[in-house]
């Protein structure tokens, strides 16, 4: 089993930053591969941003540039530092990972941009 608990977030003018981050503990998490989703009122989940163990990063288009992810790994933690907030970033914002072949999620945090 893996837990995922997620602080931060919340709300923020347009053009302001944020960050959010992610605790991971249980006997299945082995610093794996940890992950950033988000998901609008009415629309998909969609990818957000990832980190291996090794600190390689991956980013959707829309967010490149703007926001960054790293991780402690002593800590079992992982960040998303979000910079340039535009309203449509509004969303609640997953932290995700798999372990043992499941994938395991966070409750969620909400982060609202006003325009």
């Known amino acids: 089993q893996v837990q995922l608990v997620e602080s931060g977030g919340g709300l923020v003018q347009a053009g302001g930053s944020l960050s959010v981050s992610c605790a991971a503990s249980?006997?299945?998490?082995?610093?794996?591969?940890m992950g950033w989703y988000r998901q609008a009122p009415g629309k998909q989940r969609e990818f957000v941003a990832q980190?291996?163990?090794?600190?390689?990063?991956n980013y959707a288009v829309s967010v490149k540039g703007r926001f960054t992810i790293a991780r402690d790994n002593a800590k079992n933690t992982v960040y998303l530092q979000m910079n340039s907030l535009k309203p449509e970033d509004t969303a609640v914002y997953y932290c995700?990972?798999?372990?043992?072949?499941?994938?395991?999620w966070g409750q969620g945090t909400q982060v609202t941009v006003s325009s």
């Open positions: 249980g006997s299945a998490f082995n610093g794996n591969v």
């Open positions: 995700q990972t798999i372990a043992g072949g499941r994938v395991y």
């Open positions: 980190i291996t163990t090794a600190g390689r990063t």
